[in-house]
């Protein structure tokens, strides 16, 4: 019996530590990433298209020792078609200087404890990686198909990020035939795009892209993807989505 429990007491110690050093990993990942995204600072000259300095000009007051904007959300989101829709709360911190941001998300499952994701790129790797309780890791997705993701998310949200447009100046644009204006980070190359429609109003209304990397069954696929801008009201003294 003494022998017995002694065991079953070293198998709980030796689980109470593994969790801890997952838990302590899982937030200096987190940190470091935070740390790289916040050292991202401006450079090359800004050459922004005539269609977009509405946009780029919108955010002109933004203090000029600001180097990110960090924004809170609330929402609900779910993993495929046919997955139910989960609560989550999330905060993404976004350069200004440079391509790169930063998203921390929690979604609660019981007693406010749940699934947490970091989803990222920081100015060269991209990162997704979502742990159980902040411990088991269930998706960690790296390599040059997340550097490619992650980047595409960042110029997909550029109109979450006030300033970046009139700050980042790796950014390079195209106006396409149809009057959209394709965005890539001249530091990567065009190969990585995403294309922007603009509203009557001349700010971005819609994103979209032919191909971004997407998992499927244990292996890659470019995915047709993008998303719509609406309901635009003032936060904090700066027009957003």
Known sequence: MKMTLLVFGGILFG?????????????????????????????GEVQVPLVLMKEKNRYSNLPEEAVAIRITQRGTMRTSLEGSWQNFEAEQTIALGQSGFV????????????????????????????RVLGVLTIVNYTGSEADAAELQRYLAELPMAPGAMA??????????????VRIWDKTVGEQVWVEALLDKEGRIGEIRTAGRPRGVD????????????????????????
């Open 167 to 180: 700050r980042n100046g790796n950014l390079s644009y195209k106006v396409q035939d149809d009057g959209s």
């Open 15 to 43: 689980a109470a530590l593994w969790f801890f050093w997952q838990y302590n990993a899982y937030r200096s990942l987190t940190s470091s990433y935070l740390d790289r995204v916040m050292a991202l600072r401006a450079s």
């Open 218 to 241: 244990g292996g890659i696929v470019m995915t047709p993807w993008g998303g719509a801008y609406s309901d635009w009201t003032l936060i904090d003294g700066y027009e957003m989505p």
């Open 103 to 130: 998203w921390l998300a929690s979604m609660p499952i019981f007693a406010g404890q749940g699934i947490e994701a970091i989803d990222a790129y920081d100015g060269q790797n991209g990162l997704l990686q979502v």
